[in-house]
């Protein structure tokens, strides 16, 4: 797995820093490390701009994630997984090339 060092960068600041926020987006990603799982205080995440296939699994880790921007990447589909990120707000899976939007993401009670 190659992360730039542009994305471990901004991973580690966030980690110290406690941070809320986490801006990985045109980072050439199409992985993250597990080490974001520990992001606890996590509620902004853009992976906008990369080159996901799937949204990663380390995300569904993330209970308190409040927003979530995975456009224009190379997702195809949406795992059921999404409702267990019951606390977004927001999400942004434009330009991708999803085909179909799983029922599952209804249950996400906050999500505009």
Excluded: W, Y
């Amino acid at each position: 797995m190659m992360i730039s060092n542009k994305a471990l960068l901004r991973i580690t600041e966030a980690k110290n820093n406690n941070g809320t926020t986490l801006d990985l987006s045109f980072c050439s990603l199409s992985s993250i490390p597990s080490e974001i799982e520990n992001l606890t205080h996590l509620r902004f995440l853009n992976l906008s701009n990369n080159l996901f296939s799937s949204i990663p699994i380390e995300v569904f880790k993330l209970k308190n994630l409040r927003i979530l921007d995975l456009s224009e990447n190379l997702i195809q589909s949406i795992p059921d997984e999404i409702e267990t990120l019951e606390n977004l707000t927001e999400i942004d899976l434009s330009l991708n090339h999803i085909a179909k939007v799983p029922l599952e993401i209804t249950k996400i009670k906050n999500l505009t």
